[in-house]
């Protein structure tokens, strides 16, 4: 059993940074890869980023790379989302997930999730 908890949301200008944190408990939790997902208001939960269990594989939604970087510490057992240059699109609730083997962008394949943490970018 893992749980997952977010922090770091919050109201933000365009342009802005935020750094989203998710704390893993459970013994087993650096062995899991991570990820994080984003769902807006009337939208379907949409791949942010992923990243696995070692940190040494990434992957980024196209329309986030080059702005947002994804990262662990496993010794804190904390996945970290950092977002730069942040747009009014990518407001939304941010989720983190893990998945008990490779990552993948795909929301049905992780088994545990956290409530989520709202972003809201304001133009």
């Known amino acids: 059993q893992v749980e997952l908890v977010e922090s770091g949301g919050g109201l933000v200008q365009a342009g802005d940074s935020l750094r989203l944190s998710c704390a893993a408990s459970?013994?087993?939790?650096?062995?899991?890869?991570m990820g994080w997902f984003r769902q807006a208001p009337g939208k379907e939960r949409e791949f942010v980023a992923a990243?696995?269990?070692?940190?040494?594989?990434?992957d980024y939604f196209e329309s986030v790379k080059g702005r947002f970087t994804i990262s662990r510490d496993n010794a804190k057992n904390t996945v970290y989302l950092q977002m730069n240059s942040l747009k009014p699109e990518d407001t939304a609730v941010y989720y983190c997930?893990?998945?008990?083997?490779?990552?993948?962008?795909?929301?049905?394949?992780?088994?545990?999730w956290g409530q989520g943490t709202q972003v809201t970018v304001s133009a």
């Open positions: 459970g013994r087993t939790s650096s062995s899991y890869s």
């Open positions: 990243i696995s269990s070692r940190g040494d594989n990434t």
């Open positions: 997930a893990a998945r008990r083997f490779g990552y993948s962008t795909l929301h049905s394949y992780y088994d545990y």
